[in-house]
């Protein structure tokens, strides 16, 4: 049974609109439904009503089987006397639900999960896209995604195929975002565990995941979740495994552990090498000793220069983002904790004309290739973060992000780098903006 909307209605405005599915326990019995008001339910003052708001009389009680088996036809009657006065422990309620998924809720969680390979056999991608079906919020702590990959992979310097060890790769949740009810846009990577066991990697929920609501769904446009060799290894291209998901009891994560595998202790000879350091996501838990890497100079941005173009999508809910970012000079830059700023308009339609606040809006990157360098041709959107402000979007760059050596640039050739919605969906009202001579900060 689901309560939903059983509301205080009335002349009574201390507890009018309050919904007595929040102060009362749904009981299913051999014979029917109880609903047991707890202690911190409020009074019925005279002229005060319970019941569905509103002029059609909507149901605030549904019943479903748990694996969505069909209800035979039945007739309901009311019993004679249908309210009654007990003591709280009169009727036998059921114990309270764990705080995590169980085996029961995954009929209701129906979930889409993937995984292949990507940039030239370089990365392992993994997508999720995981649905509440269910008429009530299902919790997601406990979930456990299971992808098994492979650590076979192509030596460049021996030309030889070899397995790997685990410790060997990189992997991390790149975005994990909650589509629809109160908790929009949220990411949920820093409550997830990452693990490999064999040649799986395996990715669980931890008790901060909490719920999701009905009819909202988990995932993201593109992969979730990343792997690759930290010197750049081609995977040995085989059939992967089907993912799977279970429920298991929920991790406690004091810290964020959405990675796997060790970071070389020194970066540089993994640079000289590979000819690309791994990369690291801002949010590395501070017990794990990471190698230091280099910033940027002011002065060598100085050579740095780059242009934005933004065209709104016809249905106006959506700003469509090209960018180029070229080395003028005569030495390599380091792109480690380079920003530039995107300029153009976030002025949506609501109340009129109006900016919202900029955590109202979303932006995603969707591809940027280095182009000139004799290293991997890699998509290098993991090296960076899109930070929405009054101004625009501003392109900033990680610990461990490429260099870009002279004459070098980024770019897409002309295919979208980014895009740009508000959360609400609300459309935009400016339609194009086009900047050239961008300039880069340290």
Not at 179 to 202: H, K, P
Not at 231 to 243: H, S, V
Not at 274 to 303: H, K, L, R
Request: net charge negative; hydrophobic share 35%.
């Amino acid at each position: 049974p689901a309560c939903h909307g059983m509301i205080y209605q009335g002349a009574d405005e201390e507890f009018w609109g309050m919904d007595l599915c929040t102060v009362s326990s749904v009981v299913m019995t051999e014979t029917g439904v109880q609903i047991q008001f707890q202690e911190n339910a409020p009074p019925l003052r005279p002229g005060a009503f319970v019941g569905s708001y509103g002029d059609h009389g909507e149901p605030f009680l549904w019943i479903h089987h748990k694996r969505w088996e069909d209800l035979a036809p039945t007739t309901a009657s009311i019993p004679e006397t249908p309210i009654v006065c007990q003591g709280l422990d009169a009727i036998a309620l059921p114990p309270p639900s764990p705080p995590y998924c169980t085996e029961e809720d995954l009929p209701e969680l129906g979930s889409t999960l993937s995984s292949d390979f990507k940039e030239d056999n370089k990365m392992i991608l993994m997508s999720a896209d995981i649905t509440n079906d269910g008429p009530n919020d299902q919790e997601i702590a406990g979930l456990k995604i299971v992808y098994p990959v492979t650590r076979s992979v192509r030596n460049w310097q021996t030309e030889a195929t070899e397995d790997a060890p685990a410790d060997e790769f990189f992997a991390y949740c790149h975005a994990l975002y909650i589509y629809g009810g109160d908790r929009w846009g949220e990411n949920l990577c820093e409550q997830t565990a990452m693990d490999f066991v064999g040649d799986s990697i395996e990715i669980t929920f931890g008790e901060g995941a909490g719920k999701l609501c009905s009819g909202c769904s988990l995932g993201n446009v593109e992969a979730a979740f990343y792997m690759f060799h930290l010197k750049w290894f081609d995977f040995d291209q085989i059939a992967l495994g089907t993912p799977s998901v279970e429920c298991v009891e929920a991790p406690v994560i004091d810290q964020p552990s959405f990675w796997v595998g060790t970071l070389p202790e020194d970066a540089d000879d993994v640079d000289e090498e590979a000819g690309d350091a791994p990369p690291q996501d801002s949010n590395v838990p501070p017990a794990m000793e990471t190698p230091e890497v280099e910033g940027c100079s002011q002065g060598d941005v100085a050579s740095l220069s780059g242009w934005s173009d933004v065209k709104l999508k016809s249905d106006s809910l959506v700003q469509f983002v090209k960018f180029e970012l070229e080395n003028t000079g005569s030495e390599t830059v380091s792109l480690n904790d380079v920003s530039v700023l995107l300029p153009f308009s976030l002025e949506i339609w609501q109340n009129g004309k109006e900016i919202d606040a900029p955590e109202k809006y979303r932006a995603d990157c969707k591809e940027l290739w280095l182009h000139g360098s004799n290293g991997p041709q890699l998509n290098i959107c993991q090296f960076l973060d899109l930070i929405v402000v009054e101004e625009g979007v501003v392109v900033q760059f990680k610990d461990f992000a490429p260099e870009l050596c002279p004459g070098c640039k980024l770019t897409t050739w002309n295919k979208n780098f980014a895009l740009v919605n508000h959360l609400s969906w609300r459309k935009f009202a400016v339609w194009s903006a086009y900047s050239e001579d961008l300039s880069a900060e340290c």
